[in-house]
């Protein structure tokens, strides 16, 4: 080997400690991103070249940057953090209607109910007092008041509930459309054989969002796509394909939400 090939022998060594810095550079100031995946610098002997007695490799290489990703492990995580954004809507819903119906103790239909029962229970102890009856009547009324207001709060709250999913229903749209788009734009990415980290950190960011909203989780798929299921088995993302999802109204007045 001559001078010149040591000294380029000598610059891909110091070309590679540099990626491999960066790397890890990137690794520490990327540790909270949302989305982001660690990297990892993988190394290749350089080439080599015959010498007296056998074969000698030139230095080093880099040989690929790679996402460090674990899709069973993610996939599971998906899982339960769709879980555990369901029961935090659910407790949301069930504390607003609990403000609705207020406490035992407090002044709600509770109250207006054991007034009600008290004064009917006096009442039938001195059926001809124009006073019991008075006030009988007054707390029926009372009764009926806190029903009324009960009700027409339940009403608003039911219609905010109804714009909240139909705006969420968009909202997963959105991002089944983007991540069928990620697929395809991935895929055109890696077809030389690297690795697209940054859209695939985008990905991750997107399927993070659709297992908050929808409780579903998503599974490797054909030519490097994911797929992204519902809890019902219904696939809202396949390849490069999102399914629409729609809100219609049932008979009974409830919204259901569709697919297809």
């Known amino acids: 080997m001559n001078l010149f090939g040591y000294f380029d022998l000598g610059r891909r060594a110091m070309d590679a400690a540099r990626l491999g810095l960066q790397v890890a550079g990137d690794n520490i100031s990327n540790a909270s991103t949302p989305g982001y995946a660690r990297r990892r610098l993988d190394l290749v002997p350089g080439p080599v070249i015959q010498v007296p007695g056998g074969w000698l490799d030139q230095g080093v290489e880099v040989g690929a940057i790679r996402r460090m990703e674990d899709r069973f492990l993610q996939a599971n995580l998906e899982r339960e953090k769709g879980g555990l954004g369901e ?16 406490s035992l103790d407090g002044n709600g239909i509770a109250s207006a109910l054991a007034g009600f029962t008290a004064s009917f229970n006096a009442l039938a102890g001195q059926a001809d007092s124009l006073g019991a009856r008075r006030a009988a009547l007054s707390a029926a009324d009372t009764l009926a008041g806190a029903l009324r207001d009960t009700s027409a709060r339940l009403q608003t709250q039911r219609g905010l509930l109804d714009k909240s999913v139909e705006g ?60 992204f299921a519902l809890p019902s088995g219904v696939t809202l993302v396949s390849g490069d394909n999102a399914l629409p999802l729609g809100t219609a109204r049932a008979a009974n007045g409830t919204l259901r939400i569709l697919s297809g």
Request: glycine content about 14%.
């Open 168 to 227: 969420s229903v968009a909202e997963i749209n959105r991002l089944a459309g983007e991540l069928a788009g990620l697929n395809r734009e991935i895929a055109l990415e890696e077809a030389d054989g690297t690795v697209a980290a940054p859209l695939r950190d985008r990905r991750a960011q997107v399927i993070e969002s659709l297992g908050d909203l929808t409780g579903g989780a998503a599974y490797a798929g054909p030519g490097g796509r994911l797929l």
């Open 87 to 102: 029961a935090d809507e659910r407790l949301r819903g069930l504390k607003e209607i609990e403000a609705i119906f207020g």
